[in-house]
């Protein structure tokens, strides 16, 4: 899976420059671009938001996911069963994982356009789900522990600018999910 999304980066890198006008080059007159954006979006942990900012062509953002996730309600501790996550589940339970907070730190590459830009980007994040275990006889969920893990993720969106200094956007993240994002520019 983490090849699939390493060539989808790659793909999304290599291609944005091919989007730049024939002829487009460099002006010294041109004041930098600054912006800042706020993301609001749902996947697999629930809801989530992030903050960023951008300097011309770069992009860094922290997100947090798992906001309103669907966990059921458990009980933390039942009397005579050992469900601890290091020990084998005992018969007649079964075991379901429910991501919990996902945080993400995304750094993007951002190409221009009269209309808007598009941006594509790599970051790291780190995730713990919550593992309960399941009664199979009565249906009620006990807490069985944690499990911590993090790696790569990617997103690619894009903004349209909505007046000068407003743009507005949608984007994919491979652990946040759909974005809304919304952006201020300034010179």
């Not at 954006?37 to 996911?65: M, N």
């Not at 893990?149 to 349209?160: L, V």
Request: net charge negative; with cysteine.
């Amino acid at each position: 899976m983490l090849k699939r999304y390493l060539i989808l980066a790659l793909l999304c890198f290599v291609s944005l420059p091919a989007f730049a006008q024939k002829g487009e080059t460099y002006n010294e007159d041109v004041p930098s671009l600054y912006g800042i954006h706020a993301e609001l979006g749902y996947g697999a942990p629930g809801l989530g938001a992030g903050l960023g900012f951008r300097y011309e062509f770069f992009s860094f953002t922290v997100g947090l996911s798992g906001f309103a996730n669907s966990i059921p309600n458990y009980l933390s501790y039942k009397e005579g069963e050992n469900l601890q996550l290091n020990q084998p589940l005992p018969g007649g339970y079964v075991q379901e994982e429910y991501e919990a907070i996902v945080v993400s730190f995304d750094a993007a590459y951002n190409h221009e356009f009269d209309w808007g830009n598009v941006y594509a980007g790599v970051g790291f994040y780190s995730q713990q789900d919550t593992v309960l275990a399941k009664e199979v006889k009565t249906g009620d969920y006990y807490t069985r522990g944690v499990i911590n893990s993090s790696g790569i993720c990617f997103n690619f969106g894009a903004d349209y600018y909505w007046s000068e200094n407003i743009g507005i956007g949608l984007a994919i993240h491979t652990k946040k999910g759909i974005l809304a994002r919304f952006s201020y520019y300034w010179w």
